[in-house]
């Protein structure tokens, strides 16, 4: 499944990340690599979606959460 799919309050693995190669980067940069545990704090169909991951929120884009192959984790 991808990011844009996730639940809120609902923790996942990141498994891939398939984008452009300087937006990878960039996310590699702020620290969501594979294997990150990301924490979805809004997805509430509008707008950017908020994530927490490595202790830090964000927003992403719905075109770049569309590009991010995660699983869910169980806590």
Known sequence: MTLKQGKNKETYRVLS???????ER?????????????TILNNDKKGAL???FRGTR????????????????SI
Not at 17 to 23: F, K, Y
Not at 26 to 38: C, D, K, M, P, W
């Open 26 to 38: 960039r996310l590699e940069a702020l620290g969501l690599t594979t294997g990150t545990r990301i």
């Open 17 to 23: 990340i398939d984008t452009e190669l300087h937006l």
């Open 58 to 73: 964000f927003a992403l884009g719905r075109q770049i959460a569309e590009h991010i192959e995660v699983k869910e984790e």
């Open 50 to 52: 908020t994530v927490k």
